[in-house]
């Protein structure tokens, strides 16, 4: 038998004027972690999407062998009967079911002799699985009242609830918080030990080194090269990736400004299901005209319902804001707008994208008054600016007409950016902007938040990776249960963020 559980061989899988997949070798050996990397749209995420029978036999040329076994999937259910498991990028929970429900999705244990479902053996197995990892909610919680983390995690359980031999994860990681993250690597490394074979996606290089034995890394659908980790670092990683060295990971420059353009007072965020909850309590502080303001803090600190409550898209918030020294009044998103902000949110598919739409209408579509000629869209200032933006943030794609869920994740993305970067705002808010964001479009991201401060454009960034907070910021404002703990200069390490972050020490002290 090979030593290999896992071979996929001159894989070429191609879509409509984009070549996603160019003969590529693949190989994995049984009981390793075997990390796949490349920049957005490199065509990881296709290439296990053909192993995982999304795209059938047939639709895609080359082999896959499974021990040693030619396969021929014609869809997902025939991967899984062969021992393959994949969390996809892209949540696929469904929102009106329980947790537990989601998790064994038909695939339900049912009472002896019978069809019908046994409630209690399903929430008593699903209970099992949660505490393995570490996860302590209800198991008819509704998965759509769950956070992004959460939402991963059952995933991920839903995943091992079935009998595998090679576990997929795409970009597992992108929204969970360090403790989550550590059980999900904890998981991995136990049931390594019991022989299952992990192939890991991911866009954090330092990962790469905490949890896999190989990389491959892959480059405009082509394969580069497979190597032991051990003989790599997160330079040659990245040369191989992007095909050229980046010495400086953050193009940081000092912006020095005086002038406020917005000023929040006492600003207080509700929870809509209970209004005597707070989520943002009583936040302070002002955002000067081009500079880079970063709040960071754990997840779950508030940073979110903060900048969505200043976006007016929570129902209830107290608290003033002055934008120009004009005290304005947002209680929507269209408000907001209106007086000069844009919000670039960390939930894509939720909040960001119609995915079953063109890049073009999802360009346009929060500046729709720049598109009209009189009463109707004027086909030819809709093209001029999506190009614009297409063009600016390097967007991979045959044609603005495509559709974005066919884009690659981080291609995704800065869809998003272009959105509001069309809006022409006065301060643009970016909530976790980079994230599942390769490292060379993150640059990219960077050198543009850079331009638009030039401009005079104020930014706001939320980031939960200290570095980039650190390496990108004029200032830091560190968030921990809603409040505001502390502000910090440019010059801030990661530890004086982690003292605020975990509520050691208050501003006001
Ligand atoms: N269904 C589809 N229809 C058309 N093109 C597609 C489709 N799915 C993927 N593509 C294209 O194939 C290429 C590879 O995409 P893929 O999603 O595999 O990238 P990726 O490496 O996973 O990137 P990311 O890191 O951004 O997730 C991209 O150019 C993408 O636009
Ligand atoms: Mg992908």
Known sequence: MSEYILEMKNITKEFPGVKALDNVTFKVKKGEVHALCGENGAGKSTLMKVLSGVYPFGSYSGDIIINDEVQKFNNISDSENKGVAIVYQELALVPQMSVAQNIYLANEPTILGNTTIDEQKLNYMAKELLNKLKLNIPTNTLVKTLGVGVQQLVEIAKALSKNVDILIFDEPTAALTDSEVETLFRIIKELKEKGITFIIITHKLEEIFEISDTVTTIRDGKTISTDDTNTLDEDKIIKMMVGREINDRYPKEIHKSEEIIMEVKNFN????????????????????????????????????????????????????????????????????????????????????????????????????????????????????????????????????EQFVKNLSGGNQQKVVIGKWLMTEPKILILDEPTRGIDVGAKYEIYTLMNELVKQGVAVVMISSELPEIIGMSDRILVMHEGSFKGELSSSATQEDIMYFATGRRDINE
């Open 269 to 400: 965020v509700y929870n809509p299901l209970m209004p005597d909850k707070k989520l943002v309590d009583n936040v302070s502080f002002n955002v000067k005209k081009g500079e880079i303001l970063g709040i960071s803090g754990l997840m779950g600190a508030g940073r979110t319902e903060l900048v969505m409550g200043l976006f007016g898209a929570y129902s209830h918030t107290t608290g003033d804001i002055y934008i120009d020294g004009k005290k304005v009044n947002i209680k929507s998103p269209k408000d907001a707008i209106k007086n000069g902000l844009a919000l670039v949110t960390e939930d894509r598919k939720g909040n960001g994208l119609v995915l079953s739409q063109s890049i073009m209408i999802n360009t346009t579509l929060a500046s729709l008054n720049k598109v009209l000629h009189r009463i109707s869209l004027d086909n030819n200032k809709e093209t001029f600016y999506t190009n614009k933006y297409v063009d600016q943030l390097k967007i991979k794609t045959p044609s603005i």
